[in-house]
């Protein structure tokens, strides 16, 4: 009971401290891990997103992006350099999930709202219509 009482005291003193940094390699991390509720999965998903444009709808990419933001510390690498570089990566895919998320926003007002992109293709349909009239009209007699 002691032993308990004095893992859930260093839990949360070291989640109090700002140079707190989970791996899943320790006990303590799989407690604190549990303690969170933190599920790894999201990192496997964001990844899969952020590497096949379009898999992914704009709502998940957000969260996902949110999920990487929003965790403090290094879940796979050891050492501050390379804990470091495992945030500034984990950042990254957070941002190309943005983007990818932008970028779907875009064309889909590209698609469905843009009026000069409506315009641009209006006058492409006209333009060939009337190409194609001027090809068949010599055989019918109009």
């Not at 949360?12 to 707190?20: D, E, G, N």
């Not at 997103?49 to 050891?78: P, Q, S």
């Not at 990566?89 to 469905?112: H, I, P, S, T, W």
């Amino acid at each position: 009971m002691v032993q308990v009482v004095s893992a859930l005291v260093a839990i949360q003193a070291i989640s109090a401290s700002s140079a707190f940094f989970v791996h899943h390699k320790t006990a303590l991390a799989r407690t604190f891990y549990v303690a969170l509720n933190f599920h790894p999965q999201s990192f496997e998903r964001a990844v899969e997103c952020a590497t096949n444009y379009g898999m992914c709808n704009v709502d998940e990419l957000l969260n996902l992006a949110k999920d990487l933001e929003d965790y403090h510390g290094c879940f796979y690498e050891d050492g501050m350099e390379a804990c470091q570089k495992e945030i500034d990566d984990r950042m990254d895919l957070a941002n190309v999930l943005l983007l990818q998320g932008e970028m779907q926003e875009r064309m889909r007002y590209l698609k469905e709202g843009n009026l000069f992109a409506y315009d641009v293709q209006a006058d492409r349909d006209m333009h060939e219509r009337d190409e194609f009239i001027e090809r068949v009209s010599p055989g019918l007699d109009i």
